[in-house]
């Protein structure tokens, strides 16, 4: 008997819906499985929820599997989401391989597809109005404003102009700072994805998790 603990698959809306709740989701590529386990262990006991593990290397898919049994066994309300898909063929190897939510810098048709076909959050990169409307059109459960370095927090504050419903991920620029967050926040993000400048001591887990504590609390103090 398998000792995996089993769970329901989580639909888009429950993806969201973790999202919204724990807003900081590290966005992460390394090709050493035991490393990000470390990581995925350390973010968790920090407070998060969902993991962005990104496809950017030969072995990616082949860590991703590890990384997803491990969070099975040890991390059970853990999302793990693949990130940096473009083909409709990546996003079936991992959504087979049991990815939560597929990232992508930009928007294609046929990777929505594949995730609506699968009912797998879908969250496209996207840095115009355009982009961020047609992301909607093809059944975004969130759209991911990529990347926030360059369209700056004045833009994601513009788009609640003319699109006051869509809930937007900030990726890119990103920094786990205080100072940061609450201009994201403050700007209209309803999540944020932090990169490697959150990974900056990978061998000090107990600190990251602090790290990870004090910003959520942090970021629950914008939100009242």
Known sequence: MSDLITRT????????????????????????????????????AGGLRAF??????AG????FRELRAYTRQHLPD?????GTVFTAEEAEQFIEAGADFVVQPCATAEVAEVCRQHRVAWLPGAMTVREVYEATQLGAALVKVFPGNVVGPGFVRALRGPLP??????????????????????????????????????NDPAA?????????????TLRT
């Not at 429950?14 to 050493?32: G, I, K, M, N």
């Not at 962005?52 to 290397?57: D, I, Q």
């Not at 990616?60 to 860590?63: I, N």
């Not at 990251?208 to 629950?220: C, E, R, W």
Request: some cysteine; proline content about 7%; aromatic content about 8%.
């Open 165 to 202: 419903q869509v809930r937007v991920m900030v990726t890119g620029g990103v920094e786990p700072t205080e100072a940061s967050l609450r201009e994201w926040f403050a700007a209209g993000a309803a999540a944020v994805g932090l990169g490697s400048q959150l990974f900056t001591t990978p």
């Open 78 to 82: 853990m999302l793990l989401g693949i």
């Open 60 to 63: 990616a898919l082949a860590v």
């Open 9 to 44: 698959k989580p639909t888009p809306a429950d993806v969201v819906s973790t999202l919204l709740a724990v807003p900081l989701v590290p966005v992460y590529y390394h090709p050493e499985a035991e490393l990000v386990q470390r990581l995925l262990q350390a973010c968790y």
């Open 208 to 220: 990251l998790s602090q790290q990870l504590t004090d910003l959520l609390a942090f970021v629950k």
């Open 52 to 57: 962005e593990y990104t496809n950017r290397g």
